[in-house]
């Protein structure tokens, strides 16, 4: 009896070792059971947000789903004491306010919904004197903020709160530390609210010049992304012509360029909360001279839309477009009535090949498109494959 005993529990033992076995075998090969979740091992999307201001809902698409993933609302005005404008004066409502509150944008905000985009309300104050006061007290202004901007996100179904705090002069380090404080507040009114994720828009000089209102290196640890505004490199107060957008010769042939502000950027941040904004836009210019770089007859800047400059090419029998390989940009020079020339200076869908070309070679978050509405035929197509 005494072996028999043995051998029973020798063959249970055998069984549970078996058992055992199998269960590990299992695991390994993916059969699991039905109440252990599966690990996702699903690939996130590269973020591809547009920008859509309000004033070019009439030019926009309604579907942008096959080129981005993120809608971006451009947008609602921070006053100075952080509570968003409805009004510009007695009896003139905002723009941007009334666009939303009056269902001009249903049509985009819910094509987005309806393609599972994530939707982003932009905040934007461009005024260096409203900034001042603002900041003076930045907690309470940012309790302002999301007191009045909360509601409206939860109320439109929109998930990120873009700043779009852009002061023109130079910044102390005294106001830099209070525009600090305020988006912490902001980050931390977010949270409490479980209103979503906070993004802002810095430009690209700022990672390289001290004196930006926006500390990059102090911002980075508190928003979710930071959107590297790599554009205006020339606009409309450029002395000469040039692109609006370089993506490479700088300390040649630019100051600055694209690929130099990404580097600068990565110094002191993730690349993966940083999103590379690319623009659809560019400028003309009146000019003397018949080569870019040329001096601008003053007064005489105009900003010109991918489509407007892939028009003009239809119309014009005499003009043509030149890619040049280090700009990365198109360029248009033609003889004017009056004798002198106009430049124009456009990104074209090869520049958005190189941009996306850009954020893959240093894995960055994603790209950001400024501004939906302005784009030609082709200019987005790069675009597509990159948010998958």
Request: aromatic letters at 10%; one cysteine or more; hydrophobic letters at 40%.
């Amino acid at each position: 009896m005494q072996k028999l005993s043995i051998y029973i529990i020798l063959f249970s033992l055998i069984l549970i070792s078996i058992g055992i076995l199998i269960v590990y075998k299992n695991s390994i090969t993916g059969v699991l059971r039905k109440d252990i979740p599966a690990i996702n091992t699903i690939i996130p999307q590269n973020e591809v947000v547009g920008f859509l201001p309000y004033w070019l809902s009439s030019k926009a698409q309604t579907d942008y789903s096959q080129y981005i993933n993120t809608l971006t609302y451009f947008s609602l005005v921070v006053n100075k004491d952080g509570t968003i404008q409805k009004f510009t004066k007695p009896g003139q409502s905002e723009p941007g306010y009334l666009s939303l509150q009056k269902g001009k944008m249903d049509t985009f905000l819910n094509s987005a919904k309806q393609n599972k985009q994530k939707l982003s309300l932009a905040v934007f104050s461009g005024s260096d004197k409203d900034i001042a006061v603002l900041l003076k007290d930045p907690t309470t202004s940012a309790n302002n903020l999301t007191n009045d901007v909360v509601p409206i996100m939860q109320n439109y179904g929109f998930s990120d709160l873009n700043l779009d705090i852009e002061q023109v002069g130079d910044a102390s380090p005294e106001a830099q530390m209070k525009f600090v404080q305020f988006v912490q507040q902001v980050r931390n009114n977010l949270n409490t609210a479980k209103a979503g994720t906070l993004s802002t828009d810095i430009s690209a000089i700022a990672f390289v010049r001290d004196l930006n209102l926006s500390d990059p290196a102090a911002l980075a640890p508190i928003v979710d992304k930071i959107i590297l505004m790599a554009y205006d490199y020339h606009s409309t107060i450029s002395s000469v012509t040039g692109p609006v957008a370089p993506g490479l010769g700088a300390g040649t042939v630019s100051e600055f360029d694209t690929d130099s502000a990404i580097q600068a950027a990565l110094k002191i941040m993730p690349a993966k909360k940083l999103i590379l904004g690319i623009p659809i836009y560019g400028y003309e210019w009146e000019t003397i001279g018949n080569v870019p770089r040329s001096a601008v007859v003053p007064g005489t800047s105009l900003i010109i839309s991918n489509q407007r400059a892939e028009d003009l090419l239809a119309s014009c029998a005499t003009c043509s477009a030149e890619f040049d390989t280090t700009d990365k940009e198109a360029h248009i020079i033609y003889k004017t009535d009056s004798g002198t020339y106009q430049q124009i200076f456009y990104p074209s869908k090869d520049s958005t090949q190189f941009k996306v070309d850009l954020a893959n070679k240093y894995s960055l978050g994603g790209i950001a498109v400024w501004a939906l509405g302005y784009e030609g035929k082709t200019i987005l197509a790069p675009l597509s494959g990159y948010q998958n």
